[in-house]
């Protein structure tokens, strides 16, 4: 059974930073990708980014690219997403996400897995 835990989020102002982490179990990390995804109130969620097993692929979109930052630790089976320069438009509730197809389904915020959410909030 794939399990997804992301904790991490939080308050906090406008040009400061969070990390965001995500156990993972029920994954063989061979065959899956790790990513993170997030939804505002009254928003379609996003795909944020997507690293490989290895660290061999990682995605990141557009909207945070330069500004985040996702790693994997396999030993851990942990996933993290270091997050700087954060605006208000990143707030929302994170979610840790894990898919076998790739990370290209980042770009449609469709895994196959998700876990329960982080509620990241950016203040002016």
Known sequence: E???????????QA??????????????????????????????REGVSCIGNFGEV?????????RFTISIDNAKKMVYLQM???SPEDTAVYYCAADPRGCWV????????WGQGTLVTVSS
Request: charged share 15%; aromatic share 10%; with cysteine.
């Open 2 to 12: 794939v399990q997804l835990q992301a904790s991490g989020g939080g308050l906090v």
């Open 106 to 113: 980042t770009k449609l915020a469709h895994f196959g897995s």
């Open 58 to 66: 990682t995605y990141y979109s557009d909207s945070v690219k330069g």
């Open 84 to 86: 700087n320069n954060l």
């Open 15 to 44: 040009g400061g930073s969070l990390r965001l982490s995500c156990a993972a179990s029920g994954i063989p990390f061979d065959d899956y990708v790790i990513g993170w995804l997030r939804q505002a109130p009254g928003k379609e």
